[in-house]
T-cell receptor, first 113, second 115 residues
Framework: AAGVIQSPRHLIKEKRETATLKCYPIPRHDTVYWYQQGPGQDPQFLISFYEKMQSDKGSIPDRFSAQQFSDYHSELNMSSLELGDSALYFCASSIRQGSNTQYFGPGTRLTVL | AQSVTQLGSHVSVSEGALVLLRCNYSSSVPPYLFWYVQYPNQGLQLLLKYTTGATLVKGINGFEAEFKKSETSFHLTKPSAHMSDAAEYFC?????????????FGQGTRLTINP
């Protein structure tokens, strides 16, 4: 079965640079979520989109922005990167109806030097 | 606010022994509860979920969990541990706010299997 696709899988950036992470949800899933997992931490919710509209916002820094496109893929844009942004970034997708079970992608490991 | 507490950041069992990973939640409304597993350097894989109906939920790889409302618990068990079960396990509760949903995770439990 098709899964959530994230690209790139690994990304190395310098401080103050920008990064763009991409997420392709499972076909027919209409909702996308972004989570950040720091080293040894549990995943923290950043932001979610439903039908291309932001549906909820968590602990996402103002330096970060995200959007969902007409084909339902989503991009997380990160600017003025800081050392503390080094983390694993997960995208998850779901169908809004019913239990809304979220299925996670493999993650993008961002390292800021 | 909803939250999840996983008792024990590290659990170690012998191969073939019972696995018990504890999860307690707090929620003002009936929750949806999930267990995810994370293998080293990999993403989160859904093990099982409780939404409504039967309180004993069976998942993949021989795991199961029981929703106990009176105890606000959703402990994960497996009768006989296998070496391949070594991983990080996360319990999560879903929050539904104005139709959206986000997961709130527990701190995670690292399961080690001893040969």
């Amino acid at each position: 079965a098709a899964g959530v696709i994230q690209s790139p899988r690994h990304l190395i950036k310098e401080k103050r640079e920008t990064a763009t992470l991409k997420c392709y949800p499972i076909p027919r899933h209409d909702t996308v979520y972004w989570y950040q997992q720091g080293p040894g931490q549990d995943p923290q919710f950043l932001i979610s989109f439903y039908e291309k509209m932001q549906s909820d916002k968590g602990s996402i820094p103002d330096r970060f922005s995200a959007q969902q496109f007409s084909d339902y893929h989503s991009e997380l844009n990160m600017s003025s990167l800081e050392l503390g942004d080094s983390a694993l970034y997960f995208c998850a997708s779901s169908i809004r109806q019913g239990s809304n079970t979220q299925y996670f992608g493999p993650g993008t490991r961002l390292t800021v030097l | 606010a909803q939250s999840v507490t996983q008792l024990g950041s590290h659990v170690s069992v012998s191969e073939g022994a019972l696995v018990l990973l504890r999860c307690n939640y707090s929620s003002s409304v009936p929750p949806y509860l999930f267990w995810y597993v994370q293998y080293p350097n990999q993403g989160l894989q859904l093990l099982l979920k409780y939404t409504t109906g039967a309180t004993l939920v069976k998942g993949i790889n021989g795991f199961e969990a029981e929703f106990k409302k009176s105890e606000t618990s959703f402990h994960l068990t497996k009768p006989s541990a296998h070496m391949s079960d070594a991983a990080e396990y996360f319990c999560a509760v879903s929050l539904i706010i104005q139709g959206a949903q986000k997961l709130v995770f527990g701190q995670g439990t690292r399961l080690t299997i001893n040969p």
